[in-house]
C-alpha cells in the first residue's frame, strides 16, 4: 500500500485571515472608509469576513487529500485497528462520514483510500457517507467531475485507476469511476440539528475545516453527537485549524486533529 505523501497544503487562509491579507484589507477600507482597523481587529474582521462569505455562499475550499497525513493515518493505523477490533465479531464494513464534504474531494479521497485497503484484506468492504448543508455542493458532489488541476495531489497509480479522462482533448476534466461514485452515498445534514437521522454506528468520522465556523458551545453540542454516532474504538478527524482541547469532550486524543472514542 502507497504513502499518502503529497505535498501539504498550506491553506490556513480559509480558516484565518493572514496577516498580509488583513493589511490589504485595512488599507483598503481605511482608503475608502476613512476607518482605522488596528491589529486588535483582526479577529472581529476574520468574523465580519466569514460571515459575509457565508452570507454570500462563497464555496469554502476543499482539496483531494486535503491534509494527508490524515489519511496515512488512516491507512496505517486507523484501519488496521478496526479491522482488529471488529476481527471476531461480526461485522467486517467500515462504516465511514464524511460530515461537511463540500463538492466531494474529501469522500472521494477517502473511497480511494479505502477501496485500496480493502483489496489487500480479504473480506472486508465499506461504506461512505458524505453529508452536507448546501444543496449545491452535494449536486457537484454528484457529478463528481473535477478540473484537471486539482486532481495534483492525488498519487499517480490512484490517478489512473480511479479517473476517468474527458474523450476530448481539449476538455481538462477527469470523473470519478463509477466503482466509486456507487460507494459514496450523498445526503443534505445540517451539523447543527438537534439529531441526526443516522442508523448503525459509524467507525470513522471526518468533519474537517467547518467546527471553526461555530461557537464553543456549538461545537461541544457537536462533538458530542460525533461520540454518540461512533462506534467504541471509533475515530474522529477534525481540520488542521481546530482543536478539541479547549472543548468538555470523552475523546481520547490520538495524534494532531485525530481523536478515538475508548472501546
Ligand atoms: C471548508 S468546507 C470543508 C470541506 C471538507 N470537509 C474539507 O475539509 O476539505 C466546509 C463545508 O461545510 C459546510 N457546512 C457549513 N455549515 C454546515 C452545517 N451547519 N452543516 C453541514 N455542513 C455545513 C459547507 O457547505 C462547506 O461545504
Known sequence: MMGYSACEDAEHGDAHLSDKDFRRLSEWIHANIGVCMGPEKKTLMEGRVKKRMRHLKIPPKTDFFREPAHFEYLNRTALPR?????GSGSRNTFRIWSAACSTGEE?????????????GTSGWDYTILATDISGTVLEKAGQAVYQDETILAIPLPLRKKYLLKSRDPQNSIVRI??????KVKLRRLNLIADSYDISGEMDVIFCRN??????????????????QHLSPGGYLFIGH????????????????????KDG
Open 82 to 86: 478496526l479491522a482488529d477490533r471488529n
Open 107 to 119: 469522500p472521494y479521497t477517502l473511497a480511494m483510500v479505502l477501496q485500496e485497503y480493502v483489496e
Open 177 to 182: 469511476v463509477p466503482e466509486l461514485r456507487a
Open 210 to 227: 467547518v467546527m471553526i465556523y461555530f461557537d464553543r458551545a456549538t461545537q461541544e453540542k457537536l462533538i458530542r453527537k460525533f461520540y
Open 241 to 260: 485549524a481546530e482543536s478539541l482541547s479547549n472543548l468538555k469532550t470523552p475523546f481520547v486524543y490520538m495524534a494532531p486533529t485525530i481523536y478515538r
